[in-house]
């Protein structure tokens, strides 16, 4: 589930999901099986390294790879909102359908409200990752 083949259809990916040069992103969740190609797309647009789980900026964006039998999702969610700036994103990776480590729709859905998320839309980010982009309420989570 590695990386994919065409750097063209990955800034692109990362252009529709939103990111935006100057934006400072944290990734969780990083394995050797992420999309590689995926994540330097994200840096070349955004212009920034992405941040790691330890980083205590405050991050624009979140990223967040997840697979079924990494544990809690809902865990997961509140490490990553940890230093996600008010009116932030989290984007939720999770492999496709199909996929090892799939994760269905009902589980975000549950474990995103239990966290104060709110799952906004879906989209495939790569061949093989499914993209759920997650806001916090407009009133804020604090």
Same mark, same amino acid.
């Given at each position: 589930?590695?990386?994919?083949?065409?750097?063209?259809? $990955?800034?692109?990916?990362?252009?529709?999901?939103?990111?935006?040069?100057?934006?400072?992103?944290?990734?969780?969740?990083? $394995?050797?099986?992420?999309?590689?190609?995926?994540?330097?797309?994200?840096?070349?647009?955004?212009?920034?390294?992405?941040?790691?789980?330890?980083? $205590?900026?405050?991050?624009?964006?979140?990223?967040? !790879?997840?697979?079924?039998?990494?544990?809690?999702?809902?865990? +997961?969610?509140?490490?990553? =909102?940890?230093?996600?700036?008010?009116?932030? =994103?989290? !984007?939720?990776?999770?492999?496709?359908?199909?996929?090892?480590?799939?994760?269905?729709?009902?589980? =975000?859905?549950? +474990?995103?409200?239990?966290?104060?998320?709110?799952?906004?839309?879906?989209?495939?980010?790569?061949?093989?990752?499914?993209?759920?982009?997650?806001?916090?309420?407009?009133?804020?989570?604090?």
């Amino acid at each position: 589930m590695g990386a994919t083949t065409d750097p063209a259809a $990955d800034t692109a990916a990362v252009a529709k999901l939103g990111f935006k040069p100057g934006q400072l992103v944290q990734e969780f969740g990083w $394995d050797e099986h992420v999309d590689d190609d995926f994540r330097v797309a994200v840096e070349e647009l955004t212009g920034n390294e992405l941040l790691d789980e330890d980083a $205590d900026d405050v991050a624009d964006v979140v990223l967040c !790879w997840f697979r079924g039998g990494d544990g809690d999702l809902g865990d +997961a969610l509140v490490d990553a =909102i940890t230093n996600l700036t008010d009116g932030g =994103i989290v !984007w939720l990776l999770t492999p496709k359908k199909g996929r090892p480590g799939h994760v269905t729709a009902a589980e =975000i859905d549950e +474990a995103a409200p239990s966290v104060g998320l709110h799952a906004t839309s879906s989209v495939s980010a790569s061949a093989n990752w499914a993209g759920t982009r997650m806001t916090t309420p407009k009133s804020g989570r604090r």
